[in-house]
């Protein structure tokens, strides 16, 4: 499938979103759409509420105000066999280990289909290797998961991703741990998934990586939805600074790279 041919209509509708810890609001009135079959990136200073944010896309917090819509329904009524099928996470990953070979990490992209007691079919095994290939893990497929670097493990994630298939992909900072080359060839496969229908949702830091391959941007600072639509109609250098409180500047270059420009506060 062209995402072209694709019509922009929501994959998610966000209405007078909230969130709050105590008495602090984390999150306060997000009214926003994320255009289905197209790449959002989440984008903002640290603290600002991204990861809270695609916490409640992903049905992992319940908001204190307002409501998640999928597909023009409420997240919260759906049930969460259907949610595993929906939508595929990508969380940050914790130190510890996992009594797991970075193979069977992935083989468990498997379960929302199989279940708990199902067997893997010679297909099934075919698409884990497919994907342990596609993000360049073949040779450390055997080893156990405490022996992984952070980069394999990102790496072992996203794969575990393609193999389980949902529609929609929330990541939380994906580039984490990922060199050049292996950043490279993820903002490639995942230009590959939207290209073929695939939703992504995915909080990054680095901005003129998110102006170069999202289709779509939420600006946050402090909690508040400051800017969303197009990268180059919404990460203004006034927008940018007002977010991140620091002068900032992104353009595009003759050749059309995006150039960042961070200035000095007297
Ligand atoms: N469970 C919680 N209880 C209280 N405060 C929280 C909780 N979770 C997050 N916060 C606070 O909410 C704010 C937003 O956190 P969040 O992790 O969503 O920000 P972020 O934009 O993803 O930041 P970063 O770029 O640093 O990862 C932070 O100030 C954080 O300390």
Same mark, same amino acid.
């Given at each position: ?18 969130l709050?810890a105590?008495?602090r609001a984390l999150l306060e ?13 989440i984008v903002g200073p640290n603290g600002a509420g991204k990861s809270s944010l ?13 409501? #998640? ?28 280990? &996992?009594? &797991? ?26 698409? #884990? *290797?497919? *994907? ?61 998934? #939207? ?8 909080v990054?830091h680095?901005?003129?990586? *998110? ?9 946050l600072g402090e909690g508040r ?18 977010a991140y409180q ?18 000095? #506060?007297?």
């Amino acid at each position: 499938m062209n995402a072209a041919a694709i019509p922009a209509m929501p994959a998610f509708l966000l209405r007078q979103l909230g969130l709050q810890a105590g008495t602090r609001a984390l999150l306060e009135g997000i009214d926003a759409q994320l255009p289905l079959g197209r790449f959002t990136a989440i984008v903002g200073p640290n603290g600002a509420g991204k990861s809270s944010l695609l916490k409640l896309l992903a049905g992992l917090q319940a908001p204190s105000q307002g409501q #998640v819509l999928l597909h023009g329904l409420p997240l919260a009524a759906m049930p969460l066999a259907e949610r595993a099928r929906q939508l595929g996470w990508l969380g940050q990953f914790a130190a510890a280990d &996992l009594p &797991l070979s970075l193979h069977d990490y992935v083989l468990l992209g498997l379960r929302p289909t199989l279940g708990s007691f199902g067997q893997a079919s010679a297909p099934d095994l075919a698409r #884990v *290797a497919s *994907a342990l290939q596609q993000f360049d893990l073949l040779g450390a497929q055997q080893r156990r998961w405490g022996q992984l670097s952070g980069g394999e493990r990102q790496r072992a994630g996203l794969a575990r991703l393609l193999v389980q298939d949902a529609p929609l992909w929330l990541l939380d900072e994906p580039t984490n741990h990922l060199d050049l080359k292996h950043q490279a060839l993820l903002f490639r496969r995942l230009r590959a998934e #939207v290209a073929q229908g695939r939703t992504i949702v995915a909080v990054l830091h680095d901005l003129p990586q *998110a102006a170069r391959w999202a289709d779509h941007v939420l600006l946050l600072g402090e909690g508040r939805l400051l800017a969303q639509g197009a990268p180059a109609d919404c990460l203004s250098a006034a927008e940018l600074s007002r977010a991140y409180q620091w002068p900032v500047r992104l353009w595009p270059d003759a050749a059309g790279h995006w150039q960042l420009a961070v200035g000095e #506060v007297a």
